[in-house]
């Protein structure tokens, strides 16, 4: 048995979690067993991003939560009002001015057995820290990815558009990556389009037109997707939601991906296969500079 491997990736010791109203150190931040969250990836969560100590898009993030929560019949144990002063309160607590928040929030704890009417509580907790998602260099240089054979899950299963706990499916496509040596894949729906990456939304350009699956073929709708579509339109960059294949990525000018850890980055490479002249292109580029600019605006 080997349960007391060094873990490399434990988190820092003086970590404040945010767990049920309390902020409590994170060696005292656990989850009960029982708790359908870990039982079955029973649950909702978000992942925000604080620049110069103000959450970027907060209510958007907290609608979209309301929403997934809804869908799995959920009630949330909180306002919008108490969540905000909550993850204030989280970042406050670990000094955190830019960084990354993670917001879950589970059934709560029952016993075993399916049945989600039989938990109490559901359990909310909030984590802040840095992170750093992808390499510096890789905004300049661009992700290499590849196309992951497991498919996105059907909307009529577990809708993408959930923010659910239960990321499995991202997680078998992030195997794939990885088998693959790349950071990031490329998840299909079940009619064989497009859909997204394992933890990011994907756009194309093609003769100067922007275009991104539509929230139908099977995608979470990213923050950071909605950002990136105003950004271009502002610049009347024509952005078309549209079914996209396999080829269409690969005749493509340039291809980014979009979300709230990644921001916005170029990918240039898919399958192998270098998109455009190999390098970021001109409009992957200005939209990095002009989401920058956005939250900084914002903040
Ligand atoms: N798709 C998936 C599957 C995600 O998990 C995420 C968030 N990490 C995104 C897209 C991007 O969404 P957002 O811009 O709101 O972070």
């Known amino acids: 048995m080997h349960f007391d491997h060094p873990n490399p990736w434990a988190p820092r010791q003086d970590l404040k979690v945010w767990l049920n109203g309390r902020l409590v150190p994170v060696a005292e931040a656990a989850i009960n067993v029982f708790d359908h969250g870990l039982l079955y990836g029973d649950g909702v969560f978000e992942g925000l991003r604080a620049y110069g100590g103000r959450v970027f898009r907060l209510d958007r993030h907290l609608k979209r939560l309301e929403d997934g929560a809804r869908a799995i019949r959920l009630d949330l144990p909180m306002t919008r009002a108490e969540f905000a002063a909550a993850i204030d309160e989280t970042l406050q607590a670990n000094r955190v001015v830019d960084g990354y928040i993670r917001l879950v929030v589970t059934r709560g704890v029952g016993y075993l057995g399916l049945t989600p009417t039989r938990t109490a509580n559901p359990s909310?907790?909030?984590?802040?820290?840095?992170?750093e998602l992808y390499p510096r260099e890789l905004y300049e240089k661009g992700l290499e990815v590849i196309s992951a054979s497991v498919?996105?899950?059907?909307p009529n299963a577990l809708s993408p558009r959930i923010k659910s706990l239960n990321y499995l499916n991202n997680i078998l496509a992030k195997i794939e990556a990885a088998d693959a040596g790349v950071l990031e894949a490329i998840m299909y729906n079940h009619?064989?389009?497009?859909?997204?990456c394992t933890g990011d939304n994907i756009f194309l350009v093609r003769d100067g037109t922007v275009q991104t699956p539509p929230i139908h073929a099977g995608v979470l709708e990213g923050i950071t997707r909605n950002a990136a579509i105003e950004l271009l339109r502002r610049r009347q960059v024509c952005v078309q939601e549209m079914d996209l294949t396999r080829s269409d990525l690969y005749v493509a000018d340039e291809c980014f991906l979009t979300g709230t850890a990644a921001e916005v980055i170029p990918v240039t490479k898919i399958d192998g296969r270098p998109i455009g002249d190999g390098r970021p292109g001109p409009l992957t580029v200005r939209l990095i500079r002009d989401f920058r600019e956005l939250v900084?605006?914002?903040k």
Do not use: C
Not at 124 to 131: C, S, T
Not at 191 to 196: H, P, Y
């Open 124 to 131: 909310v907790f909030i984590i802040a820290d840095q992170i």
């Open 191 to 196: 009619v064989g389009f497009v859909a997204e």
């Open 151 to 154: 498919m996105r899950n059907h």
């Open 296 to 298: 900084n605006q914002e």
